[in-house]
């Protein structure tokens, strides 16, 4: 690798950052602003406004209608337009109208839906390349699937390595890549987050930039509560636990290369370019880091779990007994979140959706492994996790959750603590959930704020 890419910025930008011209024209002004934003991964066009429709979806949709014989003119005349709206605005001398008969003529020839969909972030990479003036890399040809549509990493490290090599800067559309006999693979919805991690990584970057409307990860969520407060550092694992607890920041699977290589990962809002974001760092390099001054990082939940409530006298002595329920749920494929136990007791937390239908068949079954005295299920409830690194060295953290919750008079069903003290996992009603979270917040946060001011007086 040249000197010239040792600082080298690569910069992803989600679909509502490239929604139509003025969206375009912040994003320009973004990366001329900083010369070392040399790669720049783009989304295909998302909505303007609520009720707008994204341009992967029309083009999934035209694809549906087309494969079934069925008059696709509709969709594609909204792509159509969409497309050369943002040309026209922009004054751009690439006019996508060959491009877009081109996409029409391969849907009436049954093209797949991988192909349909990658077309809006191949279109829109073409004319993000030609605004911006950078040479445009078509995913297809260094983004590589085996025959199953599993990325193959090696391979793709090494193509995007020898292209870059000799490309200072470029626009590489998100979301696909090709499979061995040069077919269109396209990641899962959001991929654009993986090909953006996926170039930082070849180009070795100082750091990934995900743009995107939200001026970073935010400590709650904030359709609970209003105005929630950035964070300003996360480490790799923490967004891995808000993320599983519901939290959506980017695609899972666009941590694991730029985690392997120590890049970090900056969430940044395209509408806000001022505001600094949400760092995403390894835990070595956060551990020095200043805290956000909350103790804990974020809180994030979800609704839609049982409990599996099953009593029996002497319960602690029988060998094997717990082992003989969870045959039954291996079983059954069913997989479960939490097993708080008693003496006497023991209850699994589980998805719903994982016994939907099967409740009577699961009670039965474990009724005759282990012949409890009671065993029920029970509906309605809430996971919510509350996830910090300065959990770990910080007292008291424990009582501050539980005196929220018991000033709310909210009942606590389970509590969890995992080994690396970095959450602590908290089961509720779902009645209660929007409460805890609020209440929790406050706690941390708001009166975190109340103390700064106190102290600035
Ligand atoms: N355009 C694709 C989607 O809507 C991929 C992406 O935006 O990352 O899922």
């Not at 998302?46 to 694809?63: A, C, E, F, P, V």
């Not at 809006?120 to 445009?136: C, I, K, Q, T, W």
């Not at 300003?232 to 993320?243: D, G």
């Not at 009593?311 to 979140?337: D, H, P, W, Y």
Request: with cysteine; charged share 25%; net charge negative.
């Amino acid at each position: 690798m040249s000197d010239m890419q040792l600082n080298t910025k690569v910069v992803k930008f989600g679909g509502s950052s490239l929604a139509d011209a003025s969206q375009f024209r912040k994003v320009k002004d973004i990366i001329t602003a900083d010369e070392t934003r040399r790669y720049v991964v783009p989304s295909a066009p998302g909505k303007r406004h609520s009720n707008d429709i994204k341009i992967t979806d029309l083009l999934y949709t035209s694809q549906k209608l087309a494969a079934s014989g069925k008059d696709f003119s509709e969709p594609l005349s909204m792509i159509r337009s969409r497309y050369l709206e943002i040309a026209q605005e922009l004054g751009l001398s690439f006019d996508p109208t060959e491009e877009l008969d081109r996409i029409a003529a391969r849907l009436k020839d049954g093209a797949t839906k991988d192909f349909a969909a990658s077309r809006g972030e191949y279109l829109n990479g073409l004319l993000l390349a030609d605004f911006l003036g950078f040479p445009f890399i078509d995913a297809a040809e260094v983004i590589c699937f085996n025959e199953s549509g599993t990325l193959m990493m090696p391979e793709t490290m090494a193509k995007l390595r020898d292209r870059l090599k000799d490309t200072p800067q470029a626009v590489i559309p998100g979301f696909y890549g090709a499979g061995p006999s040069g077919e269109i693979i396209t990641f899962s919805r959001g991929g654009s987050d993986i090909t953006g991690s996926l170039v930082a990584r070849a180009a070795r970057a100082e750091i990934y930039e995900n743009w995107t409307d939200v001026s970073g990860v935010l400590v709650a969520d904030p359709r609970i509560v209003k105005d929630a407060a950035v964070i300003n550092t996360i480490t790799y694992e923490e967004l891995r636990e808000l993320s599983y607890m519901g939290a959506t920041v980017l695609h899972e699977d666009a941590i694991f290369p730029v985690r392997a290589a120590g890049i970090p990962i900056n969430i940044r809002n395209t509408n806000d370019p001022a505001a600094p974001g949400t760092m995403i760092v390894a835990g070595d390099s956060a551990e020095s880091d200043a805290l956000t001054g909350y103790t804990i990082t974020g809180i994030a939940g979800k609704k839609g779990f049982c409990a599996i409530n099953i009593q029996k006298a002497m319960m602690n002595a029988e060998l094997g007994f717990c082992r003989k329920v969870l045959t039954v749920l291996e079983e059954m494929e069913i997989s479960f979140e939490h097993m708080p136990s008693g003496i006497d007791t023991m209850t699994i937390i589980l998805a719903e959706d994982m016994i939907k239908g099967r409740e009577k068949t699961v009670l039965s079954r474990i009724r005759k492994a282990v012949e409890p005295d009671s065993c029920e299920i029970e509906h309605g409830i809430s996971l919510l996790a509350v996830v910090g690194r300065g959990m770990r060295r910080t007292r008291g953290t424990a009582a501050r959750i539980f005196a929220a919750l018991a000033h709310a008079r909210i009942n606590v069903k389970m509590i969890d603590q995992g080994s690396s003290e970095l959450n602590i996992i908290i089961g509720l009603l779902d009645g209660d959930f929007e409460a805890a979270v609020r209440h929790i917040y406050d706690m941390f946060v708001n009166s975190a704020l109340k103390t700064e001011e106190n102290s600035e007086n």
